[in-house]
């Protein structure tokens, strides 16, 4: 009786502790974020770590303005003179309390002013260069997982085309009409189809992996996408993408405010000339004696010229020409840009369309006649194991043109720097008639 009082306690209190575990491991598993392609871009872009970090970036250099513009703090001196012990400030006769403050020259808080200010500019056009880089590789990561998932549909369409192989294979064997070998050969076709479902899993997991990381997030956090995999829509014409490029492009915009902030610097250097006064204001206090007071004025006065307009003014003057070349060098290095990536984004269209619309429905009819002609026993089984190759390759194929297209336009965006505009629509052959 004791015994079974004991057992049932036991049984009792396993599945209350395997019930507790259940509950906790739920409540621990997150539910899995799913996200369109443009959430998935707003999520980098609001988590992304790199971008918090150039956005601390930015705000330093903001704070560098308030530096460059704010005025020198006063300076306190006090002294005693007269001592007869040393270190006994008591034993002297004489005390001066003064108070200094250093003028800068009119115009070069102003100047200085102006580079901060021109420097807080190219940061925020750095912080926004990231911004388009984040987002063009977002939208690639969620395309390489769309890619990897159509992947995976295609092979389990093709697993369930080599069980059917198989159960086909089976049937003309027990009917006498193939031999044992080509039932072997359906055998290992269906564990070849498995095994590519596997090694399937592995790019899925790096690549819901990589978009994790661009979101913010741990590289196993669960991740769904509620996209699909399509065509993308026709590209503008090449010229207007040029002229847009050539408008939008953070770094050409960085490299143009920061030729303002050199021509700043450059006339900041050139008043070397041009002294700060320093103020001061003295109470002096003497035994025996009226207090008096002292009033000092001080500057600085260049007359080593010569290191001056070789140094400062001379490197002020190079940064200026060094910008100058950059901004030409970026601006033909952004027409390269935009002509390569258009080169990529059309061709890679061009042969998502022609795969979608001209080798895919053929290989899917070769593989529809052989199917049938191997099950009434007319072709063999090489020449249906053939046609199953030929469809599957072309699926392959329409799915890593399908990325290849997508990620193309997510790169030529990049390159122009700006949302894409629409393709013109064509004319119809009667609109320009009178």
């Known amino acids: 009786m004791n015994r079974f009082r004991i057992g049932t306690l036991v049984s009792i209190f396993g599945v209350s502790i395997v019930g507790v575990v259940g509950i906790v491991a739920a409540q621990e598993s997150p539910a899995a974020l799913r996200l369109s392609r443009r959430q998935a871009i707003a999520e980098a872009l609001a988590h992304n770590p790199g971008l918090l970090a150039s956005r601390q970036q930015v705000e ?73 880089s984040v987002a063009s590789q977002t939208a690639q990561a969620y395309d390489a997982i769309l890619v990897a998932l159509r992947h995976a549909d295609d092979l389990r369409q093709g697993k369930e085309l080599a069980l059917d192989f198989l159960a086909k294979t089976k049937s003309r064997f027990l009917a006498g009409t193939v031999p044992k070998v080509d039932v072997v050969k359906a055998q290992v076709d269906v564990s070849q189809a498995e095994n590519d479902l596997i090694a399937n899993e592995r790019g899925l997991a790096t690549a819901r992996a990589s978009l994790n990381r661009l979101l913010g997030r741990t590289g196993g956090a669960p991740l769904e996408t509620s996209d699909s995999l399509e065509v993308p829509a026709s590209i503008a014409e090449l010229e207007a993408l040029e002229r847009l490029a050539q408008g939008s492009r953070p770094e ?140 599957l390759d072309a699926e392959k194929q329409f799915a890593d043109a399908l990325g290849a297209a997508n990620d193309a336009q997510a790169a030529l965006e990049l390159a122009v720097g700006a949302p894409l505009p629409p393709a013109p629509t064509p004319a119809s052959p009667g609109a320009h008639r009178p």
């Open 252 to 391: 050409l915009k960085s490299l143009e405010i920061q030729r303002q902030g050199a021509r700043a610097a450059t006339r900041l250097a050139r008043e070397y000339w041009v002294p700060d006064v320093n103020l001061t204001l003295t109470r002096n206090a003497m035994d025996g004696a009226p207090t008096s007071f002292t009033t000092g004025v001080g500057f600085g006065f260049p007359i080593f010229l010569k290191q001056h307009r070789e140094g400062e003014v001379a490197a002020a003057l190079h940064r200026e020409e060094e910008l100058a070349a950059d901004v030409r060098d970026t601006t033909v290095q952004i027409s390269l840009d935009v002509r390569t990536a258009f080169a990529t984004a059309s061709t890679s269209l061009r042969q998502a369309i022609f795969l979608r619309d001209e080798l895919l429905p053929e290989a899917g009819e070769v593989y529809r006649v052989a199917s049938v002609s191997y099950g009434l026993g007319g072709s063999s089984a090489l020449e249906l194991l053939d046609a199953k190759r030929i469809l």
């Open 60 to 132: 330093q250099a903001r704070a560098q303005v308030v530096i460059a513009r704010a005025l020198p703090d006063p300076t306190f001196a006090a002294d005693v003179a007269g001592q007869t012990r040393v270190l006994d400030p008591g034993s002297g006769n004489a005390s001066d309390i003064g108070v200094g403050w250093t003028f800068p020259f009119p115009g070069k808080t102003r100047l200085k002013g102006e580079v901060a200010k021109t420097a807080l500019a190219a940061a925020e056009f750095t912080l926004e260069q990231l911004r388009q």
